[in-house]
């Protein structure tokens, strides 16, 4: 049996590289803001990280908590986790101190690596922290074999509050259970996969690994820009580029939009797409190089939906693809009516464990369903609409309203670059929208009154932001992520 690289499905993925490797070693592995690694370069750094990191203690199961920024070093690490049977956990490097303390707390790791010099972090007894720009000592030698990694990553949740959550992968670290996911997301062997976003969310370091595993060439960015996420495509015949729609927006409102004829998917996830920005994204690139997906890091079920069938059902996220999902209402009593907006509720394939916590319990209900606080609906041909968290969902005088349709709304103003709506108390009806916005300073001057009727002429009374506040900088991180609590009075 293969699994479908040429190699074993059982090929530990450490093995897997070493193979690929080999087999082109001059071929571009990883790029980033500062040079080129080949397949042959990445496999000998990674093999002196692994030699190193067994001398610190890492063994079969343990985790390797990775802080590194977008590097190919984080690469490397991860291939060295995975020669010696341990979990590569990525980990935010722009965490306070605090926080990233304990997440370590969590996962107990031997090793942290890619502290900036000088950070002060409680580490828990037993963990070494190596500072970022350390340098392995090991041979470039493969170190011995080692069984495959329980699991094959263990990113932490990129939207929790309080105590960290750390999601383990349930599938081995093994080409069988790992690549053959590849061509859901259409990503074809040996193309050029442009990573736009934070390796320490789980999206961008799932499918840069899936285009690693499957011989691209990954090109990462330090942070995005617009204006440079458009050349690195055109400078390197990218084939398949992840985005989130806070990344898409500012894309399509570049001057120069290039055709990118190498270029066969734009795979979007990590929230809701405001549709004028789809329609721009379509617009430009086609409807079939566009596919979009919803699916979260502990991977009980997924949509896909392709540029096409967006045009005929505009807003959705797609029709069911793997795993079953279904919406409740929110007292969990009846599954919802064709249009009803509820809670959705996610159930693997039978006899499949996608993954499992540490540091917390998940939402259940009989039947292996789980919840993650996802609200949305699902028309009569089975697409399914995200209406928003039902911890972010505001109430207006019994009215429900769901911040991600009010944002969309306000993100069709030209002047308007980015948008979070939050919940405010009101004496009267509750609470009520409030709205931050961010504005293209070549725009001119953009008043309330400008704001409040470009809103008036899209939203109902209840769902129209009663308050505008401006932000002079982004309000989403560069995977599109924004704690909403944070915009809060």
């Keep these: 049996m293969t699994s479908g690289v040429d190699g074993p499905a059982d090929e530990p993925l450490g093995e897997a590289f070493t193979r690929l490797a080999r087999e082109r070693p001059d071929r571009p592995a990883v790029t980033d803001d500062t040079a080129t690694w080949t397949r042959a370069q990445l496999e000998a750094h990674a093999n002196r990280w692994a030699h190193e990191l067994a001398d610190r203690g890492v063994g079969p199961g343990d985790f390797v908590s990775i802080a590194l920024p977008n590097v190919a070093e984080h690469y490397a690490l991860t291939l060295a986790a995975w020669k010696l049977g341990a979990v590569p956990q990525p980990v935010s490097h722009r965490l306070a101190p605090g926080e990233l303390a304990a997440v370590l707390d969590v ?18 007894e037993g963990t070494d922290v190596l500072p970022l720009g350390h340098r392995p000592a090991g041979p470039d030698t493969p170190p011995p074999p080692a069984p495959a990694p329980p699991a094959w990553k263990a990113p932490t949740s990129g939207g929790s509050t ?83 729609p806070t990344m898409m927006g500012r894309m399509v409102r570049e001057p120069h939009l290039p055709e990118l004829p190498a270029l066969r998917t734009l795979f979007h996830i990590g929230a809701p797409c405001p549709p004028a920005v789809k329609r721009a994204v379509i617009d430009w690139l086609g409807p079939d190089r566009v596919l979009e997906g919803y699916a979260a890091t502990e991977a009980q079920a997924r949509t896909t939906i392709t540029g096409r069938e967006w045009l005929a059902h505009p807003g959705s996220v797609g029709r069911v693809t793997g795993g079953e999902i279904e919406a409740r209402t929110l007292d969990g009593g009846r599954r919802c009516a064709v249009d009803e907006v509820g809670e959705l509720w996610l159930r693997p394939e039978p006899g499949r464990v996608t993954y499992r916590y ?132």
């Design 107 to 124: 996962v107990r790791p031997p090793v942290v690596v890619g502290l900036a010099p000088g950070t002060d972090v409680a580490a828990p």
């Design 162 to 244: 309080g105590r960290p959550k750390v999601i383990v992968a349930g599938e081995p670290g093994t080409t069988g259970s790992v690549t053959t996911r590849a061509p859901v997301y259409r990503i074809e062997p040996d193309g050029v996969l442009l990573c736009t976003a934070p390796l320490f969310h789980n999206a961008p370091y799932l499918f840069s690994l899936l285009g690693l595993m499957t011989g691209n060439h990954v090109v990462l960015m330090g942070r995005f820009d617009a204006a440079r996420a458009l050349q690195l495509a055109e400078h390197h015949a990218a084939t398949w580029i992840y985005a989130v």
């Design 358 to 489: 540490v540091g917390a319990e998940p939402r259940t209900r009989p039947g292996g369903w789980e919840s993650l606080g996802d609200m949305g609906r699902f028309d009569a041909e089975g697409y399914l609409y995200l209406a928003d968290r039902a911890g972010d969902m505001i109430v207006v005088g019994g009215q429900n309203v769901y911040p991600a349709e009010v944002e969309a709304a306000v993100l069709e103003h030209p002047a308007v670059v980015s948008c979070v709506v939050v919940g405010a108390p009101d004496d009267d009806l509750g609470s009520v929208p409030h709205a931050v916005v961010q504005l293209d300073p070549a725009a001119g001057e953009v008043t309330d009154a400008d704001l409040d009727a470009h809103a008036a002429a899209r939203l109902s009374r209840a769902k129209r932001p009663r308050v505008w506040r401006r932000s002079a900088g982004p309000l989403r991180d560069d995977a599109g992520k924004v704690r909403r609590s944070s915009f809060q009075q």
